[in-house]
């Protein structure tokens, strides 16, 4: 029932390439279709072309009339192929982006679960390998594969013009290498499905090493991730190799048809000549004609082929589009894209004597049958600091991610503002509510762009600079080269302390009647602990706060605590009501059994 969070808005994940070619390209397509026409046409005629230009040669008349037609149809062939490749490359290259920017808008809309278990490597993937490999369909689909069968078929309807007999000869001996090509091809696409998939770890694990860079660093383990990583490479050359090794016997296998074809039209057609039933310049225009069929032949094969990858990377594409994305936090389409606004659902209200979060027998576990929260029942009041105490990893952040909705508990009851949560949409629940996460992650963005995020009223840079001020960070960012506007990407970068009051910053400034703080003063010292405690209290007088905590002074001071261990809440209430009465409780605030995670303050 986890992966169940309520209807999700997903697109129809089909991908149907032609169509979406065709999307306001109707015209160019169909003139695209015309040129190729044209092309292969006038590659038709060649032959007949040479057999009327001996003809002229023989009669002395006429001759240089076909010279110039030669050249001329020459000449219009490429001219025309390569303005219908040119269209053709520029729709594909738009429609490409199209579907570079759903890939990635999508991404961001899905479930936190789902994105995780795709992995971003893998969904990097799908911008890059991924792209290229479903240009295959656009290249070929639309022109080049029509024209070959045009040409093929165009090239066999005029050689049983010429003698029906031969044609007859020619395909005889051109069925079997048909037939291997169909196994080939068939093949194929089972090792460009493994191809793809093997593409996708390896980026998914190369991202990841570099995500770890500073522990990479550190232990120098440079050699043993580039192993690791080398190793999957090799992964992919093997099935590439294989995929390529299948595809090599195609050229062969038509040549070889045409070799077996024009030895047997050889001895046909001679002897048919020398019976009176052919003239010279058709058995001439005949064999030219054989000779010119493999180059469409092979064209058509490797066209198959490569529609075949291109097919395997649609798939990819629609294995993301197929995920669905959470309700309210997707649109399809990035510029009519809703801009967010107030909820239009009946909204909850945030009052003091309604509880802010109830948790009732909350069963969940991030894999089945291995349950991190075992029960878990508490209240967090309407109002004022609640904390939140325990081990490491008994579950406290687990919680603040289900208050959010990241996941769905397993079994139990929750309720934010006395609604139960299965009935808020993912998106207005996030907007009532302020999340510093235990990284305190901040985007690549600007400070500002960073303050701002989850406010929807104005903020001059005066309100910006005094909220900085109560967390302790003003200097640090008028100390910036841009101030408010410095990007904070991997060169101004911001020490663990600096992001810490900076995404507390950004939670005062949200409109948010609910505020989740996850250890948020762990790498801050003694003086900015202090201000930011006074900065916390201030969000509480008027909304409910909770706090995952291990420093005594702001368990001190909270207005409830509730204590966890191992996936249950052993108790809540206040805190020397909880010193009293609760001894593990007691034990922890003694500092006897807190564990690095539970240090008491910096002197
Ligand atoms: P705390 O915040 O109290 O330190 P957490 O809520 O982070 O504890 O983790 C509780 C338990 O859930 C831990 O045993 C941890 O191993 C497990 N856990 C946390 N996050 C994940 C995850 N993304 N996937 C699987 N297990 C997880
Ligand atoms: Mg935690």
New binding site residues.
């Given amino acids: 029932m986890k992966h169940t969070a309520g209807p999700g808005a997903a697109p129809a994940a089909e991908l149907k390439v032609l169509r979406e070619l065709a999307r306001g390209n109707g015209l160019q397509l169909a003139a695209v279709g015309l040129l190729a026409l044209v092309s292969t046409g006038a590659t038709l005629a060649l032959p007949l072309v040479v057999g009327k230009l001996l003809g002229a040669i023989q009669s002395g008349e006429g001759l240089t009339v076909w010279a110039a037609v030669m050249v001329a149809a020459g000449f219009g062939s490429a001219a025309a192929g390569a303005l219908a490749s040119f269209l053709l490359g520029r729709m594909g290259q738009r429609l490409i982006c199209r579907l570079r920017v759903r890939t990635m808008r999508h991404s961001l809309g899905l479930r936190l679960a789902d994105a995780?278990r795709e992995g971003s490597g893998n969904l990097v993937a799908r911008l890059t390998s991924d792209a290229a490999r479903i240009k295959n369909l656009i290249d070929i689909g639309p022109v080049q594969l029509p024209m070959a069968g045009i040409t093929v078929l165009g090239t066999l309807v005029v050689m049983g013009l010429l003698d029906w007999v031969l044609l007859l000869i020619t395909v005889g001996a051109f069925l079997a290498a048909v037939g291997i090509i169909t196994l080939v091809v068939k093949g194929l696409r089972r090792k460009y499905a493994a191809v793809g998939e093997e593409v996708g770890t390896l980026a998914q694990s190369f991202v990841a090493a570099l995500d770890s860079l500073t522990v990479i660093k550190a232990y120098r383990a440079e050699d043993t991730v580039s192993a690791n990583l080398a190793e999957r490479a090799r992964k992919v050359a093997k099935l590439e190799t294989d995929a390529a090794r299948m595809e090599s016997l195609m050229v062969p296998v038509i040549n070889l048809g045409q070799q077996i074809a024009l030895v047997a039209v050889v001895v046909g057609g001679g002897a048919r000549m020398l019976d009176g039933h052919l003239l010279l310049a058709d058995f001439v225009a005949f064999l030219l004609y054989l000779l010119q069929l493999t180059a469409p032949l092979i064209m058509a094969a490797s066209g198959v082929s490569g529609i075949q990858l291109g097919l395997v990377a649609r798939k990819r594409f629609e294995d993301v589009f197929a995920l669905p994305a959470e309700e309210g936090t997707y649109s399809p389409d990035v510029a009519t894209a809703a801009p967010r606004s107030a909820s239009v659902q009946k909204r909850a209200v945030a009052s003091a004597e309604v509880p802010a979060v109830r948790f009732e027998d909350v069963v969940f576990?991030?894999?089945a049958e291995?349950p991190?929260l075992r029960g878990a029942r508490f209240t967090v009041p309407g109002r004022g600091l609640t904390a939140v105490v325990?081990?490491?990893?008994?579950?406290?952040?687990?919680?603040?991610?289900l208050i959010e909705r990241f996941m769905e508990p397993d079994s139990g009851r929750i309720e934010v503002h006395g609604r139960d949560l299965s009935d808020w949409s993912p998106a207005d629940l996030r907007s009532r509510i302020a999340y510093v996460d235990?990284a305190s992650t901040l985007l690549q963005e600007s400070v500002r762009a960073n303050l701002v995020l989850g406010r929807r009223r104005p903020a001059d840079d005066t309100t910006l600079y005094s909220v900085l001020d109560r967390v302790g960070l003003a200097e640090d960012i008028r100390a910036l080269p841009d101030g408010l506007d410095t990007v904070l990407d991997g060169a101004t970068g911001l020490s663990g302390g600096q992001r810490q009051r900076l995404a507390l910053a950004r939670a005062v400034l949200a409109d948010a009647d609910l505020v989740l703080l996850?250890?948020p003063t762990s790498h801050l010292d003694s003086v900015n602990e202090q201000r930011l405690r006074l900065a916390v209290d201030r969000l509480a007088a008027e909304r409910a706060v909770v706090v995952?905590a291990h420093r005594i002074s702001t368990i001190q001071h909270a207005d409830h605590v509730i204590v966890?261990d191992r996936?249950a809440v052993t108790d809540e209430g206040g805190h020397a009501a909880l010193v009293d009465r609760c001894p593990a409780y007691a034990e922890l605030v003694a500092g006897q059994s807190l564990g690095a995670?539970f240090r008491a303050p910096v002197a």
């Fill in positions: 995780r576990g991030y894999e291995r991190v325990g081990l490491s990893g008994s579950g406290k952040t687990t919680v603040l991610s235990q996850d250890e995952v966890m996936g995670d």
